[in-house]
T-cell receptor
Framework: DADVTQTPRNRITKTGKRIMLECSQTKGHDRMYWYRQDPGLGLRLIYYSFDVKDINKGEISDGYSVSRQAQAKFSLSLESAIPNQTALYFC???????????FGQGTRLTVV | RKEVEQDPGPFNVPEGATVAFNCTYSNSASQSFFWYRQDCRKEPKLLMSVYSSGNEDGRFTAQLNRASQYISLLIRDSKLSDSATYLCVVEQGGYSTLTFGKGTMLLVSP
């Protein structure tokens, strides 16, 4: 089983719908992140959390919200999906003070 | 100016070739530096950290020049399995979040 698990892996949704992407980890890391990846734009940070009570906006947080339900769970919500939120979304974790980020397998989201 | 810049490639090389990737970063307060590898439609994975003294891991050598804010990755004796996108990654000092370059695609052909 993967250490960082994202669900769903693929999702097609309609404009205006609310959608939640979920991430869970078994690595015991405090830090969790949500990134999106677009062709030609690379990985961009949406939100990050350094512990359960800490939530921070990243580079492109508009249109997104997050919830850190537990150390192991970090979910990303699109309150009202729009087509330009079509992208590959990655959740990642890291240890406090540790350099390496461990990524989930990604969620391919299409907004039509 | 983009915080982490890389040549997008693609770099097309034959097996056995030596190839070098370059990366520049804009934040002089950056603390840590890495190369990640990403296979098509897969998640990024750490390839190696980059130290000021330079470091080597088998066929891969990474170099950091803090004065020039420049990072490099050298791959010797390229294998078909090296075909991937290589991401230059910088940890932003003070925030401990990772900033990714757009990546350089490498295609190794027989």
């Amino acid at each position: 089983d993967a250490d960082v698990t994202q669900t769903p892996r693929n999702r097609i949704t309609k404009t205006g719908k609310r959608i939640m992407l979920e991430c869970s980890q078994t690595k015991g890391h405090d830090r969790m992140y949500w990134y999106r990846q677009d062709p030609g734009l690379g990985l961009r940070l949406i939100y990050y959390s350094f512990d359960v009570k800490d939530i921070n906006k990243g580079e492109i947080s508009d249109g997104y919200s997050v919830s850190r339900q537990a150390q192991a769970k970090f979910s990303l919500s699109l309150e009202s999906a729009i087509p330009n939120q079509t992208a590959l979304y990655f959740c990642a974790t890291s240890e406090t003070g540790g350099p390496e980020a461990f990524f989930g397998q990604g969620t391919r989201l299409t907004v039509v | 100016r983009k915080e982490v810049e890389q040549d997008p490639g693609p770099f097309n090389v034959p097996e056995g070739a030596t190839v070098a990737f370059n990366c520049t970063y804009s934040n002089s307060a950056s603390q840590s530096f890495f190369w990640y590898r990403q296979d098509c439609r897969k998640e990024p994975k750490l390839l190696m950290s980059v130290y000021s003294s330079g470091n080597e891991d088998g066929r891969f050598t990474a170099q950091l020049n803090r004065a020039s804010q420049y990072i490099s990755l050298l791959i010797r004796d390229s294998k078909l399995s090296d075909s991937a996108t290589y991401l230059c990654v910088v940890e932003q000092g003070g925030y401990s979040t990772l900033t990714f370059g757009k990546g350089t695609m490498l295609l190794v052909s027989p």
